[in-house]
């Protein structure tokens, strides 16, 4: 599965998700939909930095069982994208709880 396939896919979900007659203003479904949208928000933004800092720990691994020598400076640049990374994930649970309360 390619990323334009997963775009189309999250096209196709938005454009069903605006015709939904549970979209009416005072809708009975809009507190379930605003959970459900926070749910979605932080579970795919929490899904990539999730798997690039998992292949970056690998790559760490890598580097320093094949190079112990630069352990130090392999481990720096390691955490310091980690950290990089992990605020990706922060940013999306900031918008779900934008979501859930605005």
Same mark, same amino acid.
């Given at each position: 599965? +390619?990323?334009?396939? !997963? #775009?189309? *896919?999250? /096209?196709?979900?938005?454009?069903?998700?605006?015709? $939904? %007659? !549970?979209?009416?203003? /005072?809708?009975?479904? +809009? @507190? &379930?939909? =605003?959970?459900?949208? #926070?749910?979605? $928000?932080?579970? !795919?933004?929490?899904?990539? %930095?999730?798997?690039?800092? /998992?292949?970056?720990? &690998?790559?760490?691994? @890598?580097? *320093?069982? &094949?190079? %112990? @020598?630069?352990?130090? /400076?392999? &481990? =720096? =640049?390691? !955490? *310091?994208?980690?950290?990089? $990374? @992990?605020?990706?994930? *922060?940013?999306?649970?900031?918008?779900?709880?934008?979501?859930?309360?605005?």
């Amino acid at each position: 599965m +390619d990323l334009s396939s !997963i #775009a189309g *896919i999250a /096209g196709d979900l938005v454009a069903a998700a605006q015709n $939904a %007659p !549970i979209l009416q203003e /005072g809708g009975a479904g +809009d @507190e &379930r939909l =605003t959970k459900m949208a #926070a749910a979605v $928000a932080i579970g !795919i933004g929490a899904l990539g %930095p999730g798997l690039g800092i /998992g292949l970056a720990v &690998r790559g760490a691994m @890598e580097a *320093i069982g &094949r190079n %112990p @020598e630069a352990e130090g /400076g392999v &481990r =720096t =640049t390691l !955490i *310091i994208g980690a950290a990089l $990374a @992990e605020a990706v994930a *922060i940013y999306a649970l900031l918008v779900a709880i934008l979501i859930l309360f605005v």
